[in-house]
C-alpha cells in the first residue's frame, strides 16, 4: 500500500475489507481484533505488532464499529450453526446509534432472513442484527434459535403455566407449544434488535 494510503488510514478512514485483511496479514494480527478490538490479538504466538496497526486499532474507524456478516441464513430447512459459520464481510454501525440502542458491538452479528413465516415483520432476504448476549428468553421478541441443527428466526413467548410458545408472525403458519424440557435442549443464538430491509 502506499504511504498516502496508510496516511489516509490513520487519518480516520476506513480501509475496505481486502485492505483489512492484508493489513492483518502484514501485521500477524487477527482481522476481528483490528476490526473490533475483539481478543486474542492473535491466533498463535507472535509478537512485535508495528506502530502503524496500534495507531490504525481502533481510531481509524472514527465514530463507527464493525458487525460482522455471516454467511448464514435462518431458515427452518437449512443445517448451520452461527458460531461455526464464516464471516463474509464488516459492516459499520455508528457508536452513537449503538449506544442509543444500548447494543454492545462485541456481542453483535449480522444474518440474512430466509423465507416468509415471519412476515410481514421479517422478509424474505432482510438482514437481522442479532444480540448475541441475549440468549434467554424473557420477554415476547424475535430470537434466532437453534434446535436439531436448524437455525430458524421466530417468535418466542414465555408462557407462565410451564414452557414456550414459539410463533410465526404470518398467520398462515401455526403457533407451536414446547415444554420446560424441550425448551432446555433449544439453543437461542440471540435476540433479533434490528432489521435491514431492501425497498
Avoid at 475489507?17 to 487477527?30: F, H, N, S, T, W
Avoid at 464499529?65 to 455471516?70: I, K, Q, S
Avoid at 442479532?130 to 430470537?143: F, K, L, P, S
Wanted: glycine share 10%.
Amino acid at each position: 500500500m502506499s504511504d498516502s494510503l496508510v496516511r489516509k488510514y490513520l487519518e480516520g478512514s476506513l480501509p475496505g475489507l481486502e485492505k483489512l485483511i492484508m493489513i492483518a496479514g502484514a501485521a500477524g494480527v487477527r482481522v476481528g481484533w483490528l476490526a473490533t478490538g475483539e481478543l486474542p490479538m492473535r491466533d498463535s504466538v507472535r509478537t512485535g505488532a508495528s506502530p502503524c496497526v496500534r495507531s490504525l486499532h481502533p481510531a481509524a474507524f472514527g465514530d463507527f464499529e464493525l458487525v460482522p456478516r455471516y454467511e448464514i441464513q435462518p431458515d427452518a430447512n437449512d443445517e448451520a450453526d452461527v458460531d461455526q459459520g464464516e464471516g463474509i464481510e464488516l459492516l459499520a454501525f455508528h457508536r452513537d446509534w449503538l449506544m442509543r440502542e444500548s447494543l454492545q458491538p462485541d456481542g453483535l452479528v449480522l444474518v440474512g432472513a430466509r423465507g416468509d413465516s415471519m412476515e410481514p415483520t421479517v422478509a424474505d432476504g432482510d438482514l437481522l442484527l442479532v444480540d448475541t448476549r441475549e440468549r434467554g428468553v424473557t420477554e415476547d421478541a424475535i430470537y434466532v434459535i437453534q434446535l436439531d441443527d436448524h437455525v430458524v428466526a421466530k417468535r418466542l413467548q414465555v408462557d407462565w403455566k410451564g414452557g414456550l410458545w414459539v410463533r410465526s408472525d404470518n398467520p398462515q403458519y401455526v403457533e407451536q407449544h414446547i415444554t420446560d424440557q424441550e425448551a432446555a435442549q433449544l439453543r437461542v443464538v440471540g435476540r433479533v434488535v434490528w432489521v435491514v430491509r431492501r425497498v
